[in-house]
């Protein structure tokens, strides 16, 4: 069975590195009914007392303006595309070995299981890698 593969528009907003940030950043789109297909927070190791948040896709005039509201914008230096497909062991390193084969860096990777179907990340610096890795993990099987 193919592997689904979609690009997902990235928005990014910095945080503050205290309990409860992360919930007061979501908390506009959550009101907004926005339905994201991930999310990833971390710590700035180089900007102490920040994180990053990451998350999309973030659609619709209501749902944009509330993330403009608090300060969650297009990222302009990352781009990423989600898989999904029926999970068997290997489905990760079959889908990021096409990918080092053709040359092409990851930014980032997240993955996951639910049930019988996998879910995946990946993000790259540019639209090019982006589009490239999209036709060849199509090819995936």
């Not at 789109?29 to 994180?51: H, N, Q, S, Y």
């Not at 948040?53 to 608090?70: D, M, Q, R």
């Not at 860096?105 to 589009?131: M, P, T, Y």
Request: proline share 6%; aromatic share 4%.
């Amino acid at each position: 069975m193919a592997l689904d593969v979609k690009k997902i528009d990235v928005y990014v907003a910095e945080i503050e590195d205290r309990p409860g940030a992360l919930a007061e950043k979501l908390a506009p789109l959550a009101e907004a009914k926005v339905d994201l297909a991930f999310a990833f927070a971390r710590r700035r190791p180089d900007v102490p007392g920040k994180g990053v948040v990451y998350l999309g896709p973030i659609t619709g005039a209501k749902a944009k303006k509330a993330a403009e509201g608090v300060g969650i914008v297009p990222a302009t230096d990352i781009v990423a595309l989600r898989v999904e497909g029926p999970n068997r062991p290997g489905a990760l390193h079959d889908v990021v070995k096409v990918l080092g084969d053709a040359g092409i860096n990851l930014r980032g990777v997240s993955a996951g299981v639910i049930g019988k179907r996998w879910v995946c990340f990946l993000a790259f610096d540019s639209k090019e890698d982006a589009q490239k890795a999209a036709r060849l993990v199509k090819s995936v099987k």
